[in-house]
């Protein structure tokens, strides 16, 4: 049993019809291909960015020094210990008080439970009944199906199975372009121009000088930005957070309270459709089941 599971999670994860780039012929040859076009593309890429950059100017570098001076010094501040950690523990507390004030998570817990029990209820009591009912059905179906061949003078016979029909299978027609594409895929480059960019600013000696002058400067006005408004986020999310917990406590000792008698009520209105349904199915599948035969 164990080595019939492991086939068969084998063979579900493997291909049906998968192609063979590695042929020794023409497949490897499209493979090869790819990856060459891929290769040329790479380093045309990556020498035209290193170009661009290293034709910036000064002033380009303090472009470029004061925005990422800024960002960085924002998100320093943004995130610091007198930013959003400071905010979120200043209003946690506050938020858990008023949620647990709330007067409608007691109501709303209350009325939640007593309908997702009863749905709960409703759907086991209906399966649990409903295999009964088909299993009285059926023996009554066929019970009756086999009186009225009788009756008829006809004698009781089993339908033969109906055929299973066989799984078609399909063949890809264009191997060549996809052995293509993947010795493609494997060895292109998407960071060949970030790579460019940043290799020609490195060696930019105007861009840098730009770059180190402007960036200090930026970054001391970003960051008390960011503190105070990595403070507001966090008062707000805090107090999001805390009014959730404080809700949630409340919402849920209702909801368990009124959740089993919901079940319960649901449960019996199941077992009644439940038994009336799969006695009517089986019934109908026992009596189709009977054949007469002369």
């Given at each position: 049993?164990?080595?019939?599971l492991?086939?068969?999670?084998?063979?579900?994860?493997?291909?049906?019809?998968?192609?063979?780039?590695?042929?020794?012929?023409?497949?490897?040859?499209?493979?090869?291909?790819?990856?060459?076009?891929?290769e040329?593309?790479?380093?045309?890429?990556?020498?035209?960015?290193?170009?661009?950059?290293?034709?910036?100017?000064?002033?380009?570098?303090?472009?470029?020094?004061?925005?990422?001076?800024?960002?960085?010094?924002?998100?320093?501040?943004?995130?610091?210990?007198?930013?959003?950690?400071?905010?979120?523990?200043?209003?946690?507390?506050?938020?858990?008080?008023?949620?647990s004030?709330?007067?409608?998570?007691?109501?709303?817990?209350?009325?939640?439970?007593?309908?997702?029990?009863?749905?709960a209820?409703?759907?086991?009591?209906?399966?649990?009944?409903?295999?009964?009912?088909?299993?009285?059905?059926?023996?009554?179906?066929?019970?009756?199906?086999?009186?009225?061949?009788?009756?008829?003078?006809?004698a009781?016979?089993a339908?033969?199975?109906?055929?299973?029909?066989?799984?078609?299978?399909?063949?890809?027609?264009?191997?060549?372009?996809?052995?293509?594409?993947?010795?493609?895929?494997?060895?292109?480059?998407?960071t060949?121009r970030?790579?460019?960019?940043?290799?020609?600013?490195?060696?930019?000696?105007?861009?840098?000088?730009?770059?180190?002058?402007?960036?200090?400067?930026?970054?001391?006005?970003?960051?008390?930005?960011g503190?105070?408004?990595g403070?507001?986020a966090?008062?707000?999310?805090?107090?999001?957070?805390?009014?959730?917990?404080?809700?949630?406590a409340?919402?849920?000792?209702?909801?368990?309270?009124?959740?089993?008698?919901?079940?319960?009520?649901g449960?019996?209105?199941?077992?009644?459709?439940?038994?009336?349904?799969?006695?009517?199915?089986g019934?109908?599948?026992?009596?189709?089941?009977?054949?007469?035969?002369?």
């Amino acid at each position: 049993m164990r080595l019939a599971l492991l086939i068969a999670a084998t063979l579900a994860v493997v291909p049906a019809c998968e192609v063979d780039c590695f042929d020794d012929g023409p497949l490897e040859q499209a493979y090869l291909d790819g990856e060459t076009a891929a290769e040329l593309e790479n380093a045309a890429v990556y020498d035209e960015a290193y170009a661009m950059a290293r034709a910036l100017t000064r002033a380009d570098g303090e472009r470029e020094g004061d925005l990422a001076g800024y960002s960085d010094g924002y998100n320093a501040g943004y995130h610091s210990r007198d930013g959003y950690g400071a905010g979120y523990s200043a209003a946690f507390d506050l938020g858990a008080y008023d949620g647990s004030r709330d007067v409608t998570a007691c109501d709303l817990g209350r009325s939640d439970g007593s309908s997702e029990g009863d749905a709960a209820g409703h759907g086991a009591g209906y399966d649990a009944a409903w295999s009964q009912g088909w299993s009285a059905g059926y023996e009554e179906g066929v019970s009756e199906a086999q009186a009225w061949c009788s009756s008829s003078g006809l004698a009781p016979a089993a339908s033969a199975p109906a055929d299973e029909e066989e799984p078609s299978n399909s063949a890809d027609s264009e191997d060549l372009r996809e052995c293509r594409a993947r010795g493609y895929g494997l060895m292109v480059d998407l960071t060949a121009r970030s790579r460019g960019l940043t290799a020609g600013k490195r060696d930019n000696p105007e861009f840098q000088a730009g770059y180190r002058a402007a960036y200090p400067v930026a970054f001391a006005r970003g960051e008390p930005v960011g503190v105070d408004d990595g403070y507001q986020a966090g008062w707000s999310a805090g107090y999001a957070a805390g009014y959730g917990t404080g809700f949630a406590a409340i919402y849920d000792g209702c909801y368990d309270d009124a959740y089993p008698e919901g079940y319960d009520d649901g449960f019996d209105r199941g077992w009644s459709s439940g038994w009336a349904d799969g006695w009517s199915d089986g019934w109908s599948e026992g009596y189709d089941d009977v054949v007469c035969t002369g």
